[in-house]
């Protein structure tokens, strides 16, 4: 079963707007873990924010927070005041499987933001 | 500065090739991953491991296997390398923390490898 679905292939948006990249996922698990990274095309991997199950408060890391719906099983990227330099692909991911002593890291596919002038 | 090191960027292999893909990592990280990035398939996790000669299996390990005989490297063999495997492979390591899940993961630069 999918862990992790990003149901975006691409989005576009102007550059100053925001954007928002869906995120839903699927674990039995109580305590877990959600990642956004973004991979310019470059090719490397950047770690942008977390947000834990039992967080209560979104996480906020500058431009980027986290829109997290417990009930429904997402947690949102949303990219305030979108940058050229934001055209990428953006990848969500969930860390499970503590009670099994072990961590497992499942992405999604992946959504590419493209940022227009 | 944190480093996770993929020894090759670009390789080439014919099939039947016996192929080691070889990670280093040095921040003294329990946890190590292999994905495989395709287009419209994202990352899939293929083989991961927590602990020196511990490995799990991923969503798709088949034509995989990995080695962990050092706490710093992790390796990833294709027995007999076919041209469904051409495709850009991931190392990951991250801190084993136990109960608190806030570790983030660190990416190589990643491998292409194309299989002629």
């Known amino acids: 079963a999918q862990k992790i679905t990003q149901t975006q292939p691409g989005m576009f948006v102007q550059e100053k707007e925001a954007v928002t990249l869906d995120c839903t996922y699927d674990?039995?698990?109580?305590?877990?873990?959600l990642f956004w990274y973004k991979q310019p095309s470059s090719g490397e991997m950047i770690f942008l924010i977390y947000q834990g199950s039992y967080d209560e408060q979104n996480a906020t890391e500058g431009r980027y927070s986290l829109n997290f719906q417990k009930a429904r099983k997402s947690a949102n990227l949303v990219i305030s005041a979108s940058q050229l330099g934001d055209s990428a692909m953006y990848f969500c991911a969930m860390r499970e499987g503590r009670n099994t002593g072990f961590q497992k890291l499942v992405f999604g596919t992946g959504t590419r933001l493209l940022v227009s002038p | 500065d944190v480093k996770v090191t993929q020894s090759s960027r670009y390789l080439v292999k014919r099939t039947g090739e016996k192929v080691f893909l070889e990670c280093v990592q040095d921040m003294d990280h329990e946890n190590m991953f292999w994905y495989r990035q395709d287009p419209g398939l994202g990352l899939r996790l293929i083989y991961f491991?927590?602990?020196?000669?511990?490995?799990e299996k991923g969503d798709i390990p088949e034509g995989y296997s990995v080695s962990r005989e050092k706490k710093e490297r992790f390796s990833l063999i294709l027995e007999s390398a076919s041209t469904n495997q051409t495709s850009m492979y991931l190392c990951?390591?991250?801190?084993?923390?136990?109960?608190?899940?806030?570790?983030?993961?660190?990416f190589g630069q990643g491998t292409r490898l194309t299989v002629v």
């Open positions: 990951a390591s991250s801190l084993e923390t136990g109960f608190d899940l806030n570790t983030e993961a660190f």
């Open positions: 491991s927590y602990d020196v000669k511990m490995k």
């Open positions: 674990t039995s698990d109580q305590s877990y873990g």
